[in-house]
């Protein structure tokens, strides 16, 4: 079983389009994460959400909004989406009530294409 | 910005151990080091991390200096498959986010 599925895998789509790529979790973790990376290869966090309290990386445009339904999904919408949002997205995962000792775990990434 | 320096890039002899040094001389007394890999495009996956004492899985071993300012993720008999870009993570925010810098190339040559 997979413990951090992202849908889909790839996603080709137009400018201006609205888009959500979806994550779940089965590891009964409470603390989920969106990353970006793009074509320079530069792992950068967008978000993490933890019991419903959202830290937002402030560089990321508010065009993007995670939205989690439950403990277990943490969805990522993109609205209008721009050439520059073309890039590989990470969804992660982490037990965060034992503090700093846990590890996150991260999915297999959706590869995101506006044309 | 992560607070980690780590070699762009290494070379390793297939069959011989990779040993991948990280500096992280701002590391607070509670703070723990992660290593974590990424081959081509996948999604990073976890390698070990460690406090203070030294720690061995089944992938590598971590050594953490006693100052705790640097470290060395030793990967015992490199394979063609271990072929990564490796990084070294503190993790910010109270310990909540990974965040990843450019971390080292590793190839690993047949």
């Known amino acids: 079983d997979t413990a951090v599925s992202q849908t889909p895998k790839y996603l080709v789509t137009q400018m201006g389009n609205d888009k959500s790529i979806k994550c779940e979790q089965n590891?009964?973790?409470?603390?989920m994460y969106w990353y970006k990376q793009d074509s320079k290869k530069f792992l950068k966090i967008m978000f993490s959400?933890?019991?419903?309290?959202?830290?937002i990386n402030e560089t990321v445009p508010n065009r993007f909004s995670p939205k989690s339904p439950d403990k277990a999904h943490l969805n990522l919408h993109i609205n209008s989406l721009e050439l520059g949002d073309s890039a590989v997205y990470f969804c992660?995962?982490?037990?965060?009530?034992?503090?700093?000792?846990?590890?996150?775990?991260f999915g297999q990434g959706t590869r995101l294409t506006v044309v | 910005d992560a607070k980690t320096t780590q070699p762009p890039s290494m070379d390793c002899a297939e069959g011989r151990a990779a040993n991948l040094p990280c500096n992280h001389s701002?590391?607070?007394?509670?703070?723990?080091v992660y290593w974590y890999r990424q081959i081509h495009s996948q999604g990073p996956q976890y390698i070990i991390h460690?406090?203070?004492n030294n720690e061995t899985n089944e992938m590598a071993s971590l050594i953490i200096t006693e100052d705790r300012k640097s470290s060395t993720l030793i990967l015992p008999h490199a394979t063609l498959r271990d072929t990564a870009v490796y990084y070294c993570?503190?993790?910010?925010?109270?310990?909540?986010?990974?965040?990843f810098g450019p971390g080292t190339r590793l190839s690993v040559l047949p």
């Open positions: 590891l009964g973790h409470d603390t």
């Open positions: 992660a995962s982490r037990r965060g009530d034992l503090g700093r000792n846990t590890e996150a775990f």
């Open positions: 993570i503190v993790p910010d925010n109270y310990g909540q986010n990974f965040v």
């Open positions: 701002t590391i607070s007394g509670n703070e723990y």
């Open positions: 460690g406090l203070k």
């Open positions: 959400y933890n019991n419903k309290e959202l830290i």
